[in-house]
């Protein structure tokens, strides 16, 4: 193994470091196992899911209203 330097910001550390006591390894091992299953997981494609644009709203402004519509409250 290499050795290498992480720089986290003080409440990272300390819950690295509980979460490392409560399960009995090194925290360098749990950053090893943390590591080891992001990179094992399969990257996003980005793609859109598969029923994007298979509807129509009817409306033909929704583009110029997208801040309007996604920042608006939906409970007013």
Do not use: C, Q
Not at 21 to 48: C, F, K, N, Q
Not at 55 to 71: H, V
């Amino acid at each position: 193994m290499k050795r290498t330097s992480l720089f986290l910001d003080p409440h990272t550390l300390r819950d690295l470091k509980h979460a490392a006591d409560r399960r009995r390894v090194s925290v360098a091992s749990l950053v090893r196992e943390a590591i080891s299953r992001y990179l094992a997981e399969p990257a996003a494609t980005g793609r859109l899911p598969s029923v994007t644009g298979r509807f129509s709203s009817g409306k033909t402004n929704t583009s110029t209203r997208t801040e309007k519509l996604l920042w608006r409250d939906p409970h007013a």
